[in-house]
């Protein structure tokens, strides 16, 4: 019997995981070993994939990848729950531990480097941020921390420097952040390790914690979420475990501080301790054997280092690992140690009926089994919310719905709630602005405050409200686990373009910021799917893109705004899929990875932590105001403002002459003075756009961009958003009405500008080719750096920029055209 035809609501047990590759590896390390007991919860909407629970915890697979689980109904039983030793592991002697004497201390030196290492969901970053005072985003689904965060504390006289670490189910180099993860421990030098294990899902925790044992660094344990323990039931004795393994274990609960000036003292005193005893784990007669004989191979030739010890290097070998193959690649008996290496192998996949990799996966689970078969008392009902809720939220009739209302609401209320306080902002800028502009003297330095920078960014912090809106919907997805469900009920769409439902999580944060969205496609597994993932983010409607939407749909679609910014959105996730299967059948032909991912249980966020991932990603918009954006708008100004003489001046100089001659002569009134004077003021300021910098550029893209429906300055102004897209905003305004921060002035212009024909200029196809263009083309500056940073190229840094402005203008050339043969 195989696992996708179990029937949702029953139950069997793991008999043999089939296939092989990155998928096998990753589905024996989630807890797929031999025995354990598996039940199937619930199917997706379009019945793929399923929901399953394995040792407390719940996981998703399609059924491409469950029919390689084999199953049995009924359990084979092994001793102490280690299937290759006849040794209780709970109860034997600990002849197993060996002591080794602990690297010197400085004494008067009170400075601990701490790294923190979890499994995704553990509440690893809780305790960091309570711990440090950090504002690190604390998300309930996993990978939200996709790079290492470092925080400061002081204790007790001592200074911590504490290390975030990605979230990562094992030391493997499966993924990206499991490789940065083992790669700081082993080569960042910690002082002491906390192991941050959920105490709601021990047994698949505890794996992680047997391979760091294995590395022997001074280690404590927080048993976080300890709470959650102690509502479901049940009862842990960490006490006889921590003597089992020999490590201090510190309940903690992360979201509200408790148990962390207690974890701090127990890492004070691991620190201080001028020895450790490091346990061993017992892998088994047959594997024991096999370690013993490598070791004998290495032992002349390799020199253990810290984290590195010859025991840890040689399981890893027979594991398979390539990682550490590279790290003795150097010894001069390498061939010698690979031959050995392929004969182990051999000899103990033959005796054990299974590869190495897989028995010492068996032996860590059989190991952590058999000590919380004596301090872990059996699990009540648990998570009945969880599952009460998952039965609406993925129900195959209304799991949809609610989601894509979800979205609806999201948006219509970042577009109607944000209005008020947008509306407050823009007179306050304006109210700075004219006050700048009535105390200085005329001259560069007051053009360049007035338009260039109170013009260019608070034409943009203008839209901060609707960003802190659109953000507090995105967190509270991600902290209360919905986020999760909505990759695991989108799965079997993106199947279909060639992805898995872990791509709809970064895709989803595009919404928000590219940036973090590019960063987040770390936790993907596949570098094909990674790929693909990162290319199409850009498709995804980011915050800086809002303003843009909201000036223009606001002006010129103004009873049906909420309608068009949904709409632009949802144009965008279509161009990202149909991008996502072209380059799957074209770039990134390899077969796509096996979609495993952790539906971690609903909880309830708090609203510190809504306000801090609000606040933190609000931040990083107003730090990208202070920074490029400035930058950029003084530059703009520049272009704009220089030159400041030509032949064409001379011919205002002289209207305005004879403008003033005939109001002195009585020719004309007062009111038609004025009238003369703002016309040829208006003329002046069209001539100098015209000839400035910023006007010749835009005149030399114009026979490009004009079969769009853009007359230069629209074209000077997309070509400012490169930099960053609220800039063409901002560009727009001085480039139309000289006064950048009024956006109404902005508006009531771009619905009155005319062409020298007398025709519009904006008109409602226009309009629309121009929120098209926006939306797809050229990502800003920080999304190509950090898609080079990711990618760890340029080339598809450069590839990104070209494919999508070139597909913006065909696309914004198929609607203007098409649409004028209909308009």
């Known amino acids: 019997m195989r696992l996708s035809e179990l029937q949702t609501g029953q139950k069997a047990y793991i008999k043999k995981v089939h296939g092989s590759g990155a998928f096998r590896k990753r589905i024996l390390e989630m807890g797929f070993v031999r025995g354990e007991e598996v039940k199937s919860i619930l199917n997706a909407p379009l019945k793929d994939p399923i929901k399953y629970e394995i040792m407390g915890y719940d996981v998703s697979l399609r059924r491409s990848e469950a029919v390689l689980i084999e199953l049995s109904m009924i359990r084979h039983e092994t001793n102490g729950g280690h299937p290759y030793d006849d040794t209780d592991i709970a109860t034997s002697e600990p002849d197993y531990i060996r002591k080794i004497r602990a690297r010197d201390h400085n004494y008067s030196e009170k400075n601990i480097k701490v790294a923190l290492i979890g499994n995704p969901n553990s509440g690893k970053t809780s305790i960091f941020n309570l711990a440090s005072g950090a504002h690190e985003h604390v998300g309930n689904y996993s990978g939200v921390t996709v790079d290492s965060k470092e925080g400061i504390i002081k204790h007790n006289g001592y200074k911590f420097t504490l290390i975030d670490l990605p979230g990562t189910y094992s030391l493997s180099s499966y993924s990206p952040e499991e490789l940065y993860a083992r790669n700081y421990i082993t080569e960042g030098n910690p002082d002491v390790i906390v192991n941050v294990v959920s105490a709601s899902t021990l047994e698949r925790n505890l794996y992680l ?7 022997e660094i001074p280690m404590v344990i927080a048993l976080n979420m300890y709470d959650e323990l102690e509502d479901s039931g049940r009862k842990f004795d960490h006490n006889t475990f921590s003597q089992l393994i020999n490590i201090p274990i510190v309940p903690t ?3 509200r501080g408790e148990g962390i000036p207690q974890l701090l003292e127990a890492v004070i005193k691991t620190y201080n301790e001028a020895e450790h ?27 253990p280092k810290r984290g590195m010890p010859l025991r840890h290097v040689c399981v890893k070998l027979l594991e398979g690992d390539k990682e550490i193959q590279k790290h003795i690649n150097h010894l001069p008996n390498i061939q010698q140690v690979l031959a050995r290496k392929d004969k182990e192998q051999a000899y103990s996949e033959k005796l054990l009926r299974e590869d190495p990799e897989s028995a010492f996966t068996n032996a860590r689970y059989g190991f952590i089994a058999g000590g919380l078969q004596e301090t872990l008392t ?34 219509e209320t970042t577009f109607r709630l944000g209005n008020y306080p947008m509306e407050w902002i823009e007179w306050l800028v304006a109210l700075i602005g004219n006050s700048v502009r009535a105390n200085m003297a005329e001259g560069p330095l007051k053009d360049l405050i007035v338009e260039g920078i109170i013009g260019g960014v608070g034409g943009v912090i203008v839209f901060l409200p609707n960003i802190v809106i659109l953000y507090l919907f995105i967190s509270f997805m991600e902290d209360s686990g919905y986020m999760a469900r909505a990759a695991f009920i989108m799965d ?31 936790t993907i597994e596949s570098r094909s799917s990674r790929m693909i993932t990162m290319l199409i983010v850009p498709f995804m409607s980011c915050s800086a893109r809002l303003p843009v939407y909201i000036l223009l749909a606001g002006a010129f679609f103004p009873n049906y705004a909420s309608v068009a910014l949904l709409g632009l959105y949802f144009f965008g996730i279509l161009i990202a899929c149909l ?32 306000i801090t991932h609000m606040w933190d990603r609000s931040s990083q918009y107003l730090k990208k105001m202070g920074g490029p954006i400035l930058i950029a708008s003084i530059v703009i100004w520049f272009l704009g403002y220089f030159p400041r003489e030509g032949s064409w001046s001379e011919d205002i100089d002289k209207q305005v002459a004879q403008a003033e001659m005939q109001f002195q002569n009585n020719e004309i009134n007062t009111q038609q003075h004025q009238l003369m004077l703002s016309e040829i003021e208006h003329i002046k300021n069209t001539e100098h756009q015209k000839h400035s910098y910023i006007g010749r550029i835009g005149k030399f893209m114009e026979p490009v961009m004009r079969p769009l429906g853009y007359d230069w300055k629209i074209s000077v102004s997309l070509l400012s958003g490169m930099a960053a897209k609220e800039i063409v905003i901002s560009t727009m305004g001085v480039l139309y009405t000289g006064d950048s921060e009024n956006q109404q002035s902005l508006q009531d212009r771009l619905l009155s500008e005319t062409h ?5 200029v904006f008109t409602p196809l226009v309009v629309i080719s121009l929120l098209l263009f926006v939306l797809i083309y050229f990502p800003c500056i920080a999304t190509v750096i950090a898609i080079k940073e990711e990618a760890h190229s340029w080339k598809w840094a450069l590839f990104s920029m070209f494919y999508s402005t070139g597909l913006a203008w065909l696309i914004a050339l198929l609607a203007y055209q098409i649409g004028s043969l209909f308009i």
């Open 209 to 215: 914690t047997t391979e760091l044992i294995d590395l």
């Open 579 to 610: 991008t996502a299967i072209l380059f799957r059948k074209t770039l990134f032909k390899e077969e796509d990875t096996p979609f495993v991912m952790e539906l971690p249980p609903y909880r309830k966020p708090t609203v510190k932590s809504i």
């Open 277 to 303: 005893d490091f346990v061993q784990i017992p892998y088994g007669r047959v594997l024991e054997k096999s370690i013993s004989i490598m070791e004998r191979e290495l032992k002349d030739t390799y020199q």
């Open 378 to 411: 059996e699990k009540t009902q648990f998570a009945n919310k969880t599952k009460l809720i998952d039965t609406i939220v993925t129900n195959k009739y209304i799991g949809f719905p609610i989601f894509f209302i979800f979205m609806w609401i999201m948006f």
């Open 253 to 255: 609960v992360g979201k």
């Open 492 to 522: 079997k769409l993106m199947h279909k373009i060639g992805l898995h439902g872990k791509s709809f999580i970064p895709l989803i944060m595009g919404f928000g910021c590219n940036v973090p969205a590019i960063m987040a496609t770390r």
């Open 756 to 760: 020298p024909d007398g025709s519009y």
